[in-house]
């Protein structure tokens, strides 16, 4: 894996979204995980910082932005700060600032 990536099914273990890695996979095989948008069965593929997962697990659905790859699965505390929840109370996703209009 090249550096400032860490494999999908690493990360959602390490952030606890899984409770085994093989269960991550699976997650992940199952198509139940969007990366930037695009549905991905991959547990491979490399996520980044940055970038904004969707994850439809049986206990509800979140979405995250990666805040850090991590290097071991912790506490949950420790596990919380490897993301950013954009999920609002009603599973909506917490709106972006708006770049301020350009003057013409």
């Not at 850090?68 to 919380?80: N, T």
């Amino acid at each position: 894996m090249k550096d400032g990536r860490c494999r999908l099914d690493k990360w959602l273990w390490f952030a606890r979204f899984a409770r085994t890695r093989s269960l991550a996979a699976r997650l992940v095989e199952g198509g139940h995980v969007r990366v930037n948008g695009a549905r991905t069965d991959n547990p491979a593929k490399g996520v980044a910082m940055g970038d904004v997962l969707t994850v439809a697990a049986e206990h509800g659905t979140a979405v995250v932005r990666v805040a850090d790859l991590g290097e071991r699965r912790g506490p949950a505390a420790q596990a919380r700060r490897l993301y950013a929840d954009l999920s609002a109370g009603d599973g909506a996703p917490v709106p972006q600032s708006e770049p301020p209009p350009e003057s013409v």
